[in-house]
């Protein structure tokens, strides 16, 4: 009998993060379906396809200042989409926790429906831990410094 390949969802900043968090998310990305064998949800890619599909000739983000009815509409169905992904999909998250991301709402959400879902989370952080807010500690299973030291945690804990 075939086993289903593990999936893991790449969570963090988009909104007011540099690039909307591409950069980490397509190296992360990358190494998981390489060296784990695992598949991905990139909220990066996939937002994208959304979007193409609902909105293709126009600025989402400009949305926001100038049809926040339009713009809620679409952010509603982008939260759906990345709930349901969480909740029955993914097996676990994997976060990157930044200035972006405690800026905004998403990754809060993701990481409260991982927990709520029995879903590892897995967090690469460079703050201090007492700046990260408690919610957010409460939701996270193992948390690292550098991408590098979750890459052995991951080899060690899925590759068999």
């Not at 064998?37 to 959304?50: A, D, L, Q, W």
């Not at 052995?152 to 899925?158: D, Q, R, T, V």
Request: charged residues 30%.
């Amino acid at each position: 009998m075939k086993r289903r390949r593990l999936r893991t969802y790449l969570s963090g900043g988009m909104e007011f993060a540099k690039k909307e968090g591409v950069d980490w998310r397509s190296e992360m990305e990358l190494w998981v379906k390489e060296d784990l064998n695992h598949s991905v949800f990139n909220p990066n890619t996939e937002s994208r396809k959304f979007l193409a599909k609902k909105f293709p000739k126009g600025d989402f983000r400009k949305l926001k200042f100038d049809d926040t009815t339009k713009f809620t509409a679409i952010v509603r169905s982008i939260v759906d989409l990345d709930s349901k992904e969480i909740a029955r999909r993914s097996d676990y998250v994997i976060c990157y926790w930044d200035a972006s991301a405690q800026k905004g709402a998403g990754t809060k959400g993701e990481l409260t429906i991982a927990k709520f879902f029995h879903k590892p989370v897995y967090m690469v952080t460079r703050m201090r831990h007492h700046t990260i807010p408690g919610w957010i500690l409460g939701c996270t299973t193992k948390i690292f410094s550098s991408f590098q030291e979750l890459q052995a945690f991951l080899l060690n804990e899925y590759s068999h």
